[in-house]
Every structure is written in structure tokens, then in C-alpha cells.
């Protein structure tokens, strides 16, 4: 796991107050009743202020989201077009 993934699924724990390691980086997210809308804005908000990059509104999709792995994705999607 990442370092990246390791923040997003702290953060998703400790946030929704979810027993720590109850969540795989490859679990639904949505399925499992963990995020919503609302949680998702959270999530954003965490990550444009921890790894400042932004998220476009276009990017707030589902797919992006659904796991620590998607989400880990999109970050690492993000900071690698501001780099060059």
C-alpha cells in the first residue's frame, strides 16, 4: 500500500469512525454504506488541502471514488499532470 492510499484510508476511518483496518483499499465503498455524497465532498475537502491539487466537479464521479484505490488513482492522476 502506498503512502498516499495509507492517508486516504486513515482518513476514511478515522472520519466516519470505522474500527481501524475494517476497510480494504479495493472495497466498494458505496456498497458498503461507508460514503455518500456528503462523505465524498469530505474526502475532497481532505484531499485539495493535504496533497493541494483540485478537484474539478467533473472528476466527482462515483468511479473516482468508490475505493482507496480509485481515489488514490485520481490523486496520483492529479499530482502527475502538475508536474509537468
Known amino acids: 500500500m502506498t503512502n498516499v492510499s495509507q492517508d486516504i484510508k486513515i482518513f476514511i476511518e478515522s472520519e466516519f469512525k470505522l474500527e481501524k483496518g475494517s476497510i480494504g483499499v479495493d472495497d466498494d465503498l458505496f456498497k458498503q454504506g461507508i460514503l455518500d455524497s456528503m462523505a465524498v465532498l469530505q474526502i475532497v475537502n481532505f484531499i485539495e488541502e493535504s ?34
Open 51 to 84: 496533497h493541494n491539487i483540485q478537484i474539478k466537479d467533473e472528476e466527482i464521479v462515483v468511479e473516482n471514488f468508490r475505493s482507496v484505490t480509485a481515489i488514490t488513482s485520481l490523486i496520483n492522476r492529479k499530482t502527475e499532470k502538475q508536474g509537468t
